[in-house]
T-cell receptor, first 116, second 111 residues
Framework: GAVVSQHPSRVICKSGTSVKIECRSL??????MFWYRQFPKQSLMLMAT?????????EQGVEKDKFLINHASLTLSTLTVTSAHPEDSSFYIC????????????FGNGTRLTVT | LAKTTQPISMDSYEGQEVNITCSHN???????ITWYQQFPSQGPRFIIQ???TKVTNEVASLFIPADRKSSTLSLPRVSLSDTAVYYC????????????FGKGTSLLVTP
């Protein structure tokens, strides 16, 4: 089946630094990838849609200058949390579809970000 | 904004059948219903997807009535390892609500 790989699985950084998270579709091409954030005991919240070769589409309330998304190829999207602060500490998860709009989403295993 | 409603939590004993129902009154004609399972500190995992009637795979069944305004995920003979949060997602032809997760159902399976 389709596999989405996310790296790193866990990262701790100091306040004010930037952190990059990679998301790769290993055995399929993904023209579109999706980034989610999940706080403890809450559901997943869609942050943005990453489009290969073009700018990402951000959900309302998500700062595009803080959460930089780059979708450089059909198999790689990156999320950079810039100037991270403790309130950015969360579980970040990427996903991608192997096929059309009604195809199931395949998720990475998430990245636990802790900002100290 | 989630288009689905599920029970917040359910409890079951090992070996029982568990049925989780999701309401989606505003489902569009061409939308599919997809269920995911999520364990703590992991990304969600696809369980099953359907459009109408009944779909069955190696882990679950999905029952969808004729009006498609609800669906029921059926997990046969659950084990402790089925303790997880279960989400149903429904597509929307205009704005891609298949991307938005509701609160999900937290299933606890005990011995």
């Amino acid at each position: 089946g389709a596999v989405v790989s996310q790296h790193p699985s866990r990262v701790i950084c100091k306040s004010g630094t930037s952190v990059k998270i990679e998301c790769r579709s290993l055995d399929f091409q993904a023209t579109t990838m999706f980034w989610y954030r999940q706080f403890p005991k809450q559901s997943l919240m869609l942050m943005a849609t990453s489009n290969e070769g073009s700018k990402a589409t951000y959900e309302q309330g998500v700062e595009k200058d803080k959460f930089l998304i780059n979708h450089a190829s059909l198999t790689l999207s990156t999320l950079t949390v810039t100037s991270a602060h403790p309130e950015d500490s969360s579980f970040y998860i990427c996903s991608a579809r192997e096929g059309g709009r009604n195809s199931p989403l395949h998720f990475g295993n998430g990245t636990r970000l802790t900002v100290t | 904004l989630a288009k689905t409603t599920q029970p917040i939590s359910m409890d079951s004993y090992e070996g029982q059948e568990v049925n989780i129902t999701c309401s989606h009154n505003n489902i569009a004609t061409n939308d599919y219903i997809t269920w995911y399972q999520q364990f703590p500190s992991q990304g969600p995992r696809f369980i099953i997807q359907g459009y109408k009637t009944k779909v069955t795979n190696e882990v679950a069944s999905l029952f969808i009535p004729a009006d498609r305004k609800s669906s029921t995920l059926s997990l046969p003979r659950v084990s402790l390892s089925d303790t997880a949060v279960y989400y149903c997602l429904v597509g929307d032809r205009n704005s891609g609500y298949a991307l938005n997760f509701g609160k999900g159902t937290s299933l606890l399976v005990t011995p």
